[in-house]
């Protein structure tokens, strides 16, 4: 089992910017893909943002330029730098952990980002 604890969520201005962190613990393993997803409501959940323990990411076309990822393997913690937030990136954040091998994936509990004036 992976736990997955988020932080960093909250309330900012348009064109403000947050940094959410996700800390993984349990059973780590060295390969593994930790990203972070997005629901709004009526809408499915989407990928963000993704990081691979070797460093390669990827990001959604929406926020490419705007947000960028990272981690510390050392601390098995993710990280998203939201800047220029618009009010489209409202939504509950949502941190996944991959182990590459087997594909299994767990998620966190979700933490709320509104992006409003």
């Known amino acids: 089992q992976v736990q997955l604890v988020e932080s960093g969520g909250g309330l900012v201005q348009p064109g403000g910017s947050l940094r959410l962190s996700c800390a993984a613990s349990?059973?780590?393993?060295?390969?593994?893909?930790m990203g972070w997803y997005r629901q709004s409501p009526g809408k499915q959940r989407e990928l963000v943002a993704i990081m691979s323990s070797g460093g390669s990411s990827g990001y959604a076309d929406s926020v490419k330029g705007r947000f960028t990822i990272s981690r510390d393997n050392a601390k098995s913690t993710v990280y998203l730098q939201m800047n220029n937030l618009k009010p489209e990136d409202t939504a509950v954040y949502y941190c996944?952990?991959?182990?590459?091998?087997?594909?299994?994936?767990?998620w966190g509990q979700g933490t709320q980002v509104t992006v409003s004036s």
């Open positions: 996944n952990y991959r182990k590459i091998v087997s594909g299994i994936g767990y």
């Open positions: 349990g059973s780590i393993f060295s390969a593994n893909a």
